[in-house]
DNA sequence: CTGAAAGCGCTTACAG
DNA sequence: CTGAAAGCGCTTACAG
């Protein structure tokens, strides 16, 4: 506990340790630390010699309070055992990171209540705002949260009306739909097919509608199936088509699931993909690159959504503190089309 | 924003307020809250309310402060884009919730440098301890916190000697190794062969060494082939067994992506799975269960990993908090076999 | 059972 | 540039 130098800090040391070994203040310290004010030279040598004498670190919580921000953020999410969330919950704490914001991780599986008791928590201060994710919650708590005056991004969440009040950042759909369904004409595809999944997925339909709209088309009833966005429904579907009198040249999926499942069918039906019939799916997830043949795929931006929302979370946070007025603000993150093997111009 | 009864609280209400409020001491309405000492029915009752009027929630920054605790744990981890971390990950939260713990998360992509940083960080009195999974950040930086005096449960830790004197929970793959074996033993296999990666998987090597030479066999040199965990190596250690001139009857793969790529050679090869070669791997990963013919494999026990690690943890502060001494502790937790249909009895 | 007071470890005007 | 003092919002012995 006194043994020269090095100080076992089991208690850890405090400013005030640090002030009595420099014979300064502990305003003089923080004054160092966080060089808000300057410090002469001299002293400010003799500080930082006692913090590194005795490998003292400024208690963060105590900052916190005197300060009234964490530097942490909160992300809700309904779960990361989906890769999608995953992946996002990654490229957030990345982007914190960058600002020296920490991550406070809540999952909720998709439980109100259990919804409601995390964020009851983390909102006693305990972090400085929150992004959160499509079905993570409730959108009455989450309301409540902002009213109480809590910095508050929704990422990716499904119009819900009451919502719009609050800051968006999303993801493009409907022009992801526009992309796939555009690719498949410029391949030279006439007869089109979708696989969706409605509701969760009409914007998709209406990008594949509107991109058939503009080259003079329209898609038959018998060319759009619903499906539930598993493997197998993306295999019905396929079958399903198959077995019109007039199949179609080309298959747009509303995921990548149902497109390979799509794919599965027209193999086992004796055909070739893209030979037959073209497939295009919306994800690009892993197992897309690796199918046969490779999938091509619509790719949203995991990334892009993830960094966008935590920076216009920390200019919320940043707004809050300076007062300013909040105008909602929606951002939509653009997809894009990744060309593979399971399309290719029409011979 | 000042309709009657509810308060804004966008200026938060303190104990205070409501101290005020019900006209009584802060140590009081305290004392109501935290039912720490007792308090008379009337005046709890008077706090209640007010409590309740103002919409109080206690900040739990100063609480922290206060009790110096934070109920909130460090969970460290590589990544979770790997499925394996992100189960672990989710298990550990739900664990913690249990204790009324959070979780700060931190993900260090096996970057020492982001790993020390993020330790240094959470280290100032953030969090109450840390669970290290493998590979997350260097056992130097690890055993530093621990010996600031930091609670620090490591997690699946790859054999550093180092690393010894730190409480651990781990996996059994040895065991894993046994029961795979044993079970093709038992289907009546006597030629079996095993497609490893060492070094990391040797000790299910050694399992399979083991309860081979408990039957009384050993499996010759040209039955174990060198992989690299990829479906791609256990597809090529696959082709090779079918090559020799006594080929194998049964296959243990290191992980289940080796044995998938060992199926997909023997079907090429135009052999059926399990009729002429039988094949079980290690993990039990979502596609084992979809694979053709569904995979027998080694399941292991990530959720009994991720709570165990918790529950240690979470003793471990508790034990601080009391001073207990602190032996260093080795929990293993069990793998379990998963029979599907790409093993069977012998015929 | 309740109150007065000190303390947790910082930061932040305000003097000097 | 530096110090003295108050404050952040709680909890915790200690009296009464």
Redesign the pocket.
Known sequence: MNAGVSVPNIL?T???DVARRA??????V??V??Q?????A???ARVLEAIEELGYR??LV??G????KTSTLALVVPTISNPFFAEVVEEVERAADRHDYQLLLSMTHQSPEEGRRHLERMASRWVDGFIVMDMAADITDVLALADAGKAVVLCVWNQDPRAQRLPLVDIDFRLAGELATRHLLECGHRRIAMIVEEPVQWTRRQGFETALAQAGLAAPQEYIRQGDSSFESGYQAGLAFLALPQPPTAIFAGNDWMALGAIEAITHKGLAVPHDIAVVGVDDISQAAHAHPPLTTISIPKLELARTATELLLRRIQGKRMGASEEPIKILTNPHLIVRQSTARIS
């Open positions: 850890m405090t400013i005030s014979k300064v203040t502990t305003a003089t923080s004054n630390i966080t808000r004010v300057p410090v002469s001299k002293t400010r400024p208690n105590a900052r309070l005197a300060q009234g």
